[in-house]
């Protein structure tokens, strides 16, 4: 059986994707602030290979390296919440089945210990 990652037409397909939810980031007062002052080029990349990690692709990033990543920006729940929201729409923007933006959104917030500050 095919991946999502497979079935919706690989790297460039997800590459859409997280530049249409990148828009809404930093339009967003919630999370959008987050991501002053980054390297938008390289954070599309990151972020293009875990979404395609999470449908299935061939990317792996441990919750180790996650950690170490967002560690230094506290991140608060409530822009995590955030981001998954827009992540959501931009799916559904795409025309992704429910049942795939379901699996993609579990597969996001099981490693929210791993992005959101204590």
């Not at 997280?18 to 938008?40: H, I, Q, R, T, W």
């Not at 293009?48 to 990690?53: L, V």
């Amino acid at each position: 059986m095919a991946s999502i990652f497979q079935r919706c037409g690989g790297f460039a397909a997800v590459s859409k994707v997280v530049l249409a939810f990148y828009d809404k980031v930093l339009d967003s007062d919630v999370s959008g602030p987050y991501f002053e002052n980054v390297n938008m080029k390289s954070m599309i990349d990151h972020q293009t290979k875990f979404i395609a990690q999470v449908m299935g692709g061939p990317v792996a990033y441990s919750n180790e390296q996650l950690r170490r990543v967002h560690a230094h920006h506290n991140i608060q729940r409530e822009a995590f919440e955030d981001v998954a929201r827009l992540m959501k729409e931009s799916l559904e923007d795409f025309d992704f089945a429910a049942s795939d933006i379901d699996l993609i959104m579990n597969e996001m917030d099981s490693r929210s210990h791993c992005i959101v500050s204590s």
